[in-house]
């Protein structure tokens, strides 16, 4: 995802780069494939720096972490960098620059892929799931409890508690 700032004459300015099938890799060990991604930017320019704060989209496949189905959703979160030259990070940065996005070469353009990255790797939830009410697997038998029930017995008893048993005859 290259974010051209050449094609801009007056700033502030916006702007949407749209990544198309594969042309960003799973980030996760629960994203099976990203299928397009959309960030879209509002820019400003002070000095040498461009900020650029937005919105990043991505519709992708991920494993259910309750039942291991795969199933499609879209991620949505904020993104805020600056792009500069790398002479400007170390200028301004003062060690801390891990918002800056470096010019490629002498140009006004940036490689976003890695704040857009960053942008969805902190909207996917830690435990995705294909629904709010997934019941998951049969610990026993392995069977997707959301597509068929098993006749595993359900009740295990941790046998060390079995001392408590006799406290409260009944």
């Excluded at 291991?68 to 879209?74: N, Q, R």
Aim: glycine share 6%.
């Amino acid at each position: 995802m290259i974010l051209d700032l050449r094609v801009f004459e007056e700033f502030p300015a916006s702007t949407t780069i749209a990544a198309g099938p594969g042309e960003l890799s799973p980030f996760d060990g629960s994203v099976i494939r990203v299928d397009g991604v959309e960030a879209d930017l509002a820019i400003q320019k002070s000095a040498n720096e461009f900020f650029c704060q937005g919105q990043v989209a991505a519709r992708m496949v991920l494993e259910c972490a309750r039942c291991l189905v795969k199933f499609e959703t879209e991620l949505t979160g904020p993104t805020d960098f600056i792009v500069c030259s790398a002479e400007d990070v170390a200028r301004y940065s003062d060690g801390d620059n891990e918002n800056y996005v470096r010019f490629l070469g002498n140009e006004l353009r940036a490689d976003i892929v890695e704040p857009v990255r960053q942008a969805l790797v902190l909207a996917l939830s830690m435990k995705p799931l294909c629904s709010e009410d997934c019941r998951g697997l049969c610990a026993s038998c392995g069977a997707n409890l959301n597509e068929r029930t098993c006749d595993c017995k359900k009740e295990t008893i941790d046998p060390r508690w079995d001392g408590l048993k006799n406290l409260n005859p009944e």
